[in-house]
């Protein structure tokens, strides 16, 4: 057998890519390996933070000091010292719940169907809008745990093994929320831990300090950056990101489905999936710019975090509110096409009715403010990016209000009319959730890098000419 000629290997240059097939560059050219590493991992190692972030760690404290109270105050007297009522019998706690599961599905649609479609811009802000979902989702889990009244009883609603055959009622859409939410909170904790490795062995090799080396060892689970460990977390990533997409469109599906079984005039409508999926991307992606804009003057990271970034999220934004904005065009339609009595007193009770003022603030949030983001001086400029993004963080929750309580205090007897306003103690429960949101955020801050720094890596452009030198 005549010897077959070996020829030689040799990582492919840039020249010989060609351009439409090259990822776009995000870092200018001045940036090396080294600057990005220790940029990045800087925040992290570094003994002294921004002022911003101990006023905000502050803030947060307070607010769950708040929260604590706010609990016990809860489990010694029980539900009645929130402002539920017949008829309404959900109040801010399912408000706040579905408030704070749409905040959290940004970052798992940055993470996983950014990366499936290959959008390279995902890159400077994937690692805190994913630990953005986690804690979002870690407020919101409070509420479901907390509305019975009774959290002590809570292990009834999981089909454990036992002897009485207490099976939870499967056909309760509060039973679908338990799963989806559950399934979706691990699938994302996976999701953004598997990314971390790398970054954590970086920090492990870094850090100076004895127990950092040592905590930051245990978590990269011995990670040494060989070809085989990139082979399996590629895969693992991959698998997981291709995992959460599902997600992404079923979670707040499920939870649009505590409302669309029920007979209440605005709630039975088939559009509400889409609908809240919608919503739920639209406030998600005005959190990430709330935080986004304000981290990146804090840690420095204007050369990460750049305006093309920022203008990326107000298009999505901008993208997603439009389709909000007809959701409630068609609702006002629906109920005055439908012919039903019910359903037209509900579009007039909405426009006209003791709730009109949230209904015309929720208008002005979410269907006008986002229009600012079809200039492109608006979509370019931080300022008016968290303008526009605070109203839709205030206008989302007004959705919800007007949704929830607007469509149960008056249904179909009037005689079983009321008004619903939260008690004191629903106000410290929701300002306590969102200081449990930024006071987890303050310690991821403080202690894993916010910006993925491997992947940012890759954006330099020597990465791009000899991708096979980067492992």
Not at 47 to 60: A, D, L
Not at 179 to 203: C, K, M, N, Q, R
Not at 375 to 385: D, G, I, Q, V, Y
Not at 430 to 446: A, R
Request: a positive charge; one cysteine or more; proline letters at 6%.
């Amino acid at each position: 057998m005549s010897e077959q000629p070996v020829h030689e290997i040799r990582p492919v240059t840039q020249r010989e890519i060609p351009e439409r097939f090259l990822p776009v560059p995000t870092l200018e050219p001045g940036h090396s390996f080294a600057s990005v590493t220790d940029q990045i991992s800087s925040i992290v190692l570094r003994r002294r933070m921004p002022t911003g972030w101990y006023i905000m760690f502050g803030i947060s404290l307070i607010l769950v000091m708040v929260l604590t109270a706010a609990i016990g105050k809860l489990l010694l007297v029980g539900v009645g010292v929130w402002g539920i009522n017949h008829p309404v019998g959900w109040g801010m706690d399912i408000l706040n719940f579905v408030w704070w599961i749409g905040i959290g599905h940004a970052g798992t649609l940055i993470s996983a169907i950014l990366l499936l479609v290959r959008q390279e811009w995902r890159t400077s802000i994937n690692r805190f809008a994913e630990a953005m979902t986690l804690f979002a989702v870690s407020s919101a889990g409070l509420y479901p745990a907390l509305h019975t009244g009774r959290p002590w009883y809570d292990y009834w609603l999981f089909p454990y093994p036992n002897t009485m055959a207490l099976w939870p009622q499967f056909r309760s859409p509060l039973m679908w929320d338990v799963f989806a939410v559950s399934t979706y909170a691990t699938v994302s904790a996976l999701f953004w831990f598997v990314g971390l490795i790398p970054d954590l062995a970086t920090l492990r090799d870094r850090s100076k300090s004895f127990i950092g080396r040592k905590v930051y060892g245990m978590l990269s689970l011995g990670w040494r950056g060989s070809a085989k460990h990139w082979h399996r977390y590629e895969h693992a990533y991959l698998l997981l990101a291709g995992l959460s997409t599902p997600l992404v469109l079923s979670v707040h599906t499920i939870v649009s489905f505590d409302f669309a079984v029920a007979q209440i005039p605005g709630w039975h409508t088939t559009f509400f999936p889409p609908y809240f999926v919608a919503g739920a991307v639209f406030a998600g992606f005005a959190m990430v710019l709330t935080l986004a804009i304000p981290f990146r003057k804090w840690f420095k990271l204007e050369d990460f975090i750049t305006i093309k970034h920022l203008e990326n999220m107000g298009k999505v934004m901008l993208a997603t509110g439009l389709i909000v904005f007809y959701a409630y065009i068609m609702e006002l339609f629906y109920g005055w096409y439908s012919g039903n009595v019910f359903e037209k007193y509900m579009v007039h009770n909405r426009v006209l009715g003791p709730y009109k003022g949230m209904y015309v603030a929720l208008i002005v949030c979410n269907g006008l403010a986002p229009q600012l983001m079809w200039l492109k001086r608006c979509r370019t400029s931080p300022f008016w990016l968290f303008i526009a993004a605070m109203f839709v963080n205030v206008g989302m929750w007004l959705e919800r209000f007007v949704i929830i309580p607007g469509s149960l205090h008056r249904d179909f007897l009037p005689s079983s009319w009321g008004m619903y306003h939260g008690t004191r103690w629903d106000w410290a429960m929701y300002i306590g959730s969102i200081g449990l949101f930024l006071f987890l955020l303050s310690l991821f801050l403080k202690f894993l890098p916010m910006i993925s720094i491997f992947e940012m890596r890759t954006m330099l452009p020597e990465a791009q000419a000899h991708p096979a030198e980067e492992h």
